[in-house]
């Protein structure tokens, strides 16, 4: 299984941007994929996961409104749109699978983990 983000960038605060994750080595039928984020000095935390087959989605609260997340199943694919960034959404943003839609995933829950994609918001 190999899961590969690309995306990130420098963008100005209020901007957007969108991350994407190509997913390669099975299938996904039941896998939920979980995108979480990394800022300097900080522990890793969830950002928001989408069920592959089913597409619904669940965001932590601060991204809730301006990120969103979909999949395309075709190119194997789950993207993270940014939208209204802020400076304290600069981080290393990680693709990931595991967890489920139903409450936020736990890193202690993945089994599988991307190299992560740095997005940096200036002010």
């Known amino acids: 299984v190999q899961l590969q983000a690309s995306g990130g960038g420098l963008v100005q605060a209020g901007g957007s941007l969108r991350v994407s994750c190509a997913a390669s080595?099975?299938?996904?039928?039941?896998?939920?994929f979980v995108w979480f984020r990394q800022a300097p000095g900080k522990e890793r935390a969830f950002v928001g996961a989408?069920?592959?087959?089913?597409?619904?989605?669940l965001y932590a609260d601060s991204v809730k409104g301006r990120f969103t997340i979909s999949r395309d199943n075709a190119k194997n694919t789950v993207y993270l749109q940014m939208n209204s960034l802020k400076p304290e959404d600069t981080a290393v943003y990680y693709c990931?699978?595991?967890?489920?839609?139903?409450?936020?995933?736990?890193?202690?829950?993945?089994?599988?983990w991307g190299q992560g994609t740095l997005v940096t918001v200036s002010s």
């Open positions: 989408i069920n592959w087959s089913r597409g619904d989605t």
């Open positions: 990931a699978i595991g967890g489920n839609t139903r409450v936020p995933v736990s890193t202690k829950q993945i089994h599988y």
């Open positions: 080595g099975r299938t996904w039928s039941r896998d939920t």
